[in-house]
């Protein structure tokens, strides 16, 4: 059975850093680009970041490049994204997703085969 399940979400205040993380099972995680997306409330769901499968190429938006740094660990399987310099702005649940593509990671969703249940990040004072 496939299954992504990301962790380490919470309520964090302005400033502050998170690490989420993706624990993936039931696929071959190496053959497999990993991307994050978030969804804030009443907006589209959003990719940000992904990483290519194998060299662990990164690709970052311009709205989140320099903040956010996506990484994963393949005899683990299981991706990361660390989060400095939280705003209020990045207040969103936040997915994992899988892409069966051994060379390329895309910011767009449709290529995405596989999905984690989210967690919630809130950034507040």
């Known amino acids: 059975q496939v299954q992504l399940v990301e962790s380490g979400g919470g309520l964090v205040q302005p400033g502050e850093s998170l690490r989420l993380s993706c624990a993936a099972s039931g696929f071959t995680f190496d053959n497999y680009a990993i991307a994050w997306f978030r969804q804030a409330p009443g907006k589209e769901r959003e990719g940000f970041s992904c990483?290519?499968?194998?060299?662990?190429?990164?690709v970052y938006a311009d709205s989140v490049k320099g903040r956010f740094t996506i990484s994963r660990d393949n005899p683990k399987n299981t991706a990361y994204l660390q989060i400095n310099s939280l705003k209020p702005e990045d207040t969103a649940v936040y997915y994992c997703a899988a892409a069966s593509d051994v060379r390329y990671c895309h910011l767009i969703s449709m290529v995405y085969d596989y999905w984690g249940q989210g967690t919630q990040v809130t950034v507040s004072s």
């Open positions: 990483i290519t499968a194998r060299d662990g190429r990164t």
